[in-house]
């Protein structure tokens, strides 16, 4: 069974550019996260989506970040304008059921750097 | 205070040591937590889910302790394959603590 997979691995922007990250959660999970790892602290949670619909995005540092997941399958995580302190690496992770009860799985990561 | 906490090491322990680390969190009623391993540029894998009645898996036991609001890994007989880092997660949303560096030493 495939995990889940991410889209780049790697991507360097400029400050003031866009970026848009993808990630594609195991066939079958509808539920898929989005967390984001800076260098040197924990990983913190972005939001959830339970299909297309956002569950829970009190994550979501700021408005120039959009998470979509039209139809449901894979998601896409957009940063417009990046800045400096949007360096990090941003994980994906699925799972069966909803909330923290149910085991999640991580994608490898998109790392980021906004220079 | 942050949800979850955990002490970041790192633990430098000889290859055949037993070696454990807990977490500690702040919500009493969380309900849920997991133990995750993560390796060097790599994404976190789970190890093992945390129930209060103990969860053993080989050389691995994980122990949730609701009274002092404490989760634990414990490695018996350490390997050098078991060199990582150690995650734990959990609560009521998903928190992850910073994670624990373990180094298995031959």
């Known amino acids: 069974e495939a995990g889940v997979t991410q889209f780049p691995s790697h991507s360097v922007i400029e400050k003031g550019q866009t970026v848009t990250l993808r990630c594609d959660p195991i066939?079958?999970?509808?539920?898929l996260y989005w967390y984001r790892r800076v260098m040197g602290k924990e990983i913190k949670f972005l939001l959830h989506?339970?299909?297309?619909?956002?569950?829970?995005e009190s994550g979501m540092p700021n408005n120039r970040f959009l998470a979509e997941r039209t139809g449901g399958t894979y998601s896409t995580l957009k940063v417009q304008p990046a800045e400096l302190e949007d360096s990090g690496v941003y994980f994906c992770?699925?799972?069966?059921?909803?909330?923290?009860?149910?085991?999640?799985?991580f994608g490898p990561g998109t790392r980021l750097t906004v220079t | 205070r942050k949800e979850v906490e955990q002490d970041p090491g790192p633990f430098n322990v000889p290859e055949g040591a037993t070696v454990a680390f807990n977490c500690t969190y702040s919500n009493s009623a969380s309900q849920s937590f997991f133990w995750y391993r993560q390796d060097c540029r790599k994404e976190p894998k789970l190890l093992m889910s945390v129930y209060s009645s103990g969860n053993e898996d080989g050389r691995f036991t994980a122990q949730l302790n609701r009274a002092s609001q404490y989760i634990s890994l414990l490695i018996r007989d350490s390997k050098l394959s078991d060199s990582a880092t150690y995650l734990c997660g959990g609560g009521n949303q998903f928190y992850f603590g910073t994670g624990t560096s373990l180094t298995v030493i031959p």
């Open positions: 989506f339970v299909k297309e619909s956002k569950q829970d």
């Open positions: 992770a699925s799972s069966e059921g909803g909330g923290a009860a149910y085991e999640q799985y």
């Open positions: 066939s079958g999970h509808d539920n």
